[in-house]
């Protein structure tokens, strides 16, 4: 197993709510990535970053912001949630060469109220 | 940009049977992954293919690129409860796509024991 890491697993959270989804990896990846994935359905690149203090939208636009402060962290943040935000958010990373697997975390399942 | 298309969205099986996912690019690809996300998990890595015409196998599954490298199977024999979930193909970056990968829709393959 791949050793990245996100937090929490599960939230409810009320609606106009501030949140940050955490993720960590300790493989020093460069490349990071954030997913947007509802059940049964595809996934959505949201964020991503190639490395320290580089982040860009992905595909699927989205309220949330991100951050890359440290090469092993990658936080989202929604400062005000909506039930509209309700998915499950998949954090990745990957080493940026050869093959460039992406790993995944165990992801955070969000519900807004 | 680039587009793939994943076939089928749903299939069901009766445990014993064969399954098959075939992923289709727009452009020729220089190497496509495969990923497997149980029900409630993440997407797992499962293989990533690079020559024309190459195969490969893992124990019952093959997976095959076509020799133009714009389409890809996943042939699953005799399948199994522990094969159900979610297949993905993924596409290497490519055009304004640098670094990111392109999830196909997937294929939810349910085995009914």
């Known amino acids: 197993e791949a050793d990245i890491y996100q937090t929490p697993r599960y939230l409810v959270i009320g609606t106009g709510k501030k949140i940050t989804l955490e993720c960590s990896q300790t493989?020093?990846?460069?490349?990071m990535y954030w997913y947007q994935q509802d059940p049964g359905m595809e996934l959505h690149l949201i964020h991503y970053?190639?490395?320290?203090?580089?982040?860009e939208k992905g595909d699927l636009s989205s309220e949330s912001t991100v951050s890359r402060i440290r090469t092993e962290h990658f936080p989202l943040t929604l400062e005000s949630a909506r039930p509209s935000h309700t998915s499950q958010y998949l954090c990745?990373?990957?080493?940026?060469?050869?093959?460039?697997?992406?790993?995944f975390g165990p992801g955070t399942r969000l519900t807004v109220l | 940009g680039q587009q793939v298309m994943q076939i089928p969205q749903y299939q069901h099986v009766q445990e014993g049977e064969d399954f098959t996912t075939y992923c289709n690019s727009s452009?020729?690809?220089?190497?496509i992954q495969w990923y497997k996300q149980r029900p409630g998990g993440h997407p797992v890595f499962l293989i990533q293919?690079?020559?024309?015409?190459e195969v490969k196998k893992q124990k019952r599954l093959t997976f095959q690129f076509g020799e133009a490298k714009k389409n890809s199977s996943l042939h699953i024999t005799a399948t199994q409860t522990t094969d159900v979930g979610t297949y993905f193909c993924?596409?290497?970056?490519?055009?304004?796509?640098?670094?990111?990968?392109?999830f196909g829709q997937g294929t939810i393959l349910t085995v009914h024991p």
């Open positions: 970053s190639y490395g320290v203090n580089s982040t």
């Open positions: 452009t020729t690809l220089s190497n």
């Open positions: 990745a990373s990957s080493e940026g060469q050869g093959v460039d697997t992406q790993y």
């Open positions: 493989m020093g990846h460069d490349k």
């Open positions: 993924a596409l290497p970056p490519g055009g304004t796509s640098y670094g990111k990968l392109t």
């Open positions: 293919l690079v020559k024309s015409g």
